[in-house]
């Protein structure tokens, strides 16, 4: 029962996981390769990143057909082998459920293109305007316009995202059958449950114009409107025959929206992913970025550990960019990134880790818009050169901002293509995996990825780390100062997110600091994290 309150969860990227094959895509078989990685790590269970088959427009985020196994990176055989060799460690693995919208490729949307075939209603048509407007006024979520006109049925569809992730329509009953076919899938075949990608958009409530926005005009008319929440109680029934578990994807969910989502007896998902502290450094938009405010951040965490009995804890995933450069510092790379990690470990709810940042992985040093992959930074940049924003300003807001920051390459060793591949790898490897690999780490007793392993068995060892009570502490930033409480156990952790020394007045014996000490007595270092008993 309740397996995920004592779980660590990483998050797979599969195409820059680990290659098997030397065709520069990361594979089942690769990650089959790995697992003993992450056994080690102490990782209960492993989040995929879709591996359906698909033409990649999304990088498997646009599925054209939810059965099957994108060739690129290996057969449903090796996906059974897969799941079989990690549950022999005792690892679960989560698929990604991609439900709000499927490739333009899937076999429904091109039947969908005939108004007579049966799958004519699976998708939002619409007629635009009698003087060639568009249906409505909606924005999408990669900066592009919602509607493209489809010249065979004469209509436009819907797409919230890129223009070949044509939007379901849960208006029409069948849609929702076939999911639950598509889930029940999965589960026979012994996945453990599911994320479930921007799962609070599903339901549009209707196509009427909204009010106009900077970004994503239109979202009142669809984001967590009633009768999604009775599509997630309907999807429920099937996952609980199987007593799986769901963490939901919900874009811009207040606290209250995602007890409503989350509460055990309204029977909807276990938790969810909000957004809300990763826009403690960006204005309005994730491109109008501004520096980090930590204020804000720690407000941010208070507000959600106090509102929510349980949280999925992150602060990396493949939409973001990485973690030690936003919220922790470069030049204090290694501090940071194991006070970074002391922040995720220690929080009540569900940590999960995105791969790299169990080794410190910064984000991608590429200098040029064509080294990009990412279908948002491309339409992005389409985007702001309509508005004729210079190239260097352009620029500067891609390569902060893009998804591929994240989304290089896994760095095992110091070899040819950081150990990903004997062949040419999809996506540039970081010119740092010299200086930042696994292989390194894994003999430094003081790496940033023993830090992690050291923290994981913490955490399996002191329930008070997972179960406790979150219990806030007046402190005043750069620090964050918070305890944790079960019974008569009280642990204390104070981070100091600054590059100069911080004074405190608390005490108490030292369990843990990422600098090499033998007491604590009351002065953090730069990036100092401290445990006290
Ligand atoms: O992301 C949903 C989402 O809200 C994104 O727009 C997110 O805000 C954005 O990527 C941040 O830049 C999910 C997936 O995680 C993402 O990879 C997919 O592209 C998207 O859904 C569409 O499936
Ligand atoms: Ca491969």
């Not at 492993?46 to 599925?63: E, F, H, Q, R, T």
């Not at 939409?319 to 990690?341: C, H, M, N």
């Not at 930033?477 to 009280?490: C, I, S, V």
Request: proline fraction near 5%; glycine fraction near 6%; charge should be negative.
């Amino acid at each position: 029962m309740d397996w995920w309150k004592d779980a660590i969860i990483y998050q797979i990227y599969p195409r820059s996981f680990q290659d098997s094959n030397g065709d520069g895509v990361g594979d089942i078989p690769g990650i089959i390769s790995r697992l003993d990685h992450l056994q080690e790590l102490g990782v209960d269970a492993i989040w995929l990143s879709p591996v359906y088959k698909s033409p990649n427009a999304d990088n498997g985020y646009d599925i054209s057909d939810y059965r099957e196994i994108n060739p690129e990176y290996g057969t449903m055989e090796d996906m059974e082998e897969l799941i079989a060799q990690a549950k022999s460690r005792g690892i679960r693995i989560l698929m990604d459920l991609v439900i709000n919208h499927t490739s333009t490729d899937h076999y429904w949307f091109r039947q969908s293109r005939d108004r007579t075939s049966p799958y004519a209603d699976y998708y939002y048509w619409s007629h635009g305007g009698p003087d060639g407007t568009l249906p409505n006024n909606w924005t999408g979520f990669f900066g592009e316009d919602c509607w493209e006109f489809d010249p065979q049925r004469c209509e436009y569809y819907l797409h919230l995202f890129a223009k070949s992730q044509a939007d379901l329509n849960y208006h029409n009953p069948a849609v929702l059958e076939e999911v639950k076919d598509i889930l029940r899938f999965w589960l026979d075949k012994g996945v453990a449950g599911f994320r479930c990608d921007v799962i609070n958009v599903l339901w549009k409530e209707s196509l009427d114009s909204g009010k106009k926005r900077l970004a994503l005009t239109g979202q009142e008319r669809y984001i967590s409107w009633e009768e999604n929440h009775r599509i997630l109680r309907q999807l429920r029934e099937v996952l609980d025959e199987y007593q799986a578990f769901t963490v939901g994807e919900t874009v811009f969910v207040t606290p209250q929206q995602a007890r409503d989502l989350c509460a055990p007896e309204r029977r909807e998902l276990n938790m969810v992913f909000s957004f809300q502290h990763m826009e403690c450094d960006q204005y309005y938009v994730k491109w109008l970025k501004r520096k980090f405010r930590p204020k804000v951040f720690f407000d941010c965490l208070t507000r959600w550990q106090r509102e929510l009995d349980w949280n999925a804890l992150y602060l990396e995933n493949h939409d973001q960019p990485r973690s030690i450069p936003r919220f922790g510092s470069v030049r204090y790379w290694k501090e940071s990134g194991k006070l970074l990690a002391t922040l995720l470990l220690t929080l009540r709810g569900t940590p999960f880790l995105y791969q790299g940042q169990e080794i410190g992985m910064l984000d991608f040093d590429f200098q040029r818009i064509r080294q990009l992959n990412d279908v948002e930074s491309k339409n992005v940049d389409r985007l702001l050169r309509r508005f004729h924003v210079p190239q260097k300003l352009r620029w500067r807001i891609i390569s902060r901002t893009s998804r591929d920051n994240a989304r290089t390459p896994f760095q095992w060793d110091d070899g040819p293509q950081a150990g990903f591949s004997q062949g040419r790898p999809w996506l540039g490897v970081n010119h740092n995996c010299a200086s930042i690999n696994l292989a390194q780490q894994e003999e430094d007793p003081a790496s940033i990825w023993s830090w992690y392993k050291d923290l994981a068995a913490l955490r399996r060892e002191r329930e008070v780390l997972r179960r406790g009570e979150f219990v806030p502490m007046e402190a005043a930033p750069p620090l964050f100062a918070y305890r944790r409480r079960l019974g008569e156990e009280q642990l204390t952790v104070l981070l100091n997110f600054s590059d100069d020394p911080t004074r405190v007045s608390v005490q108490g014996s030292l369990l843990r600091s990422n600098y090499p000490r033998e007491r604590f007595e009351g002065v953090l270092q730069p990036w100092e994290a401290v445990i006290l008993e």
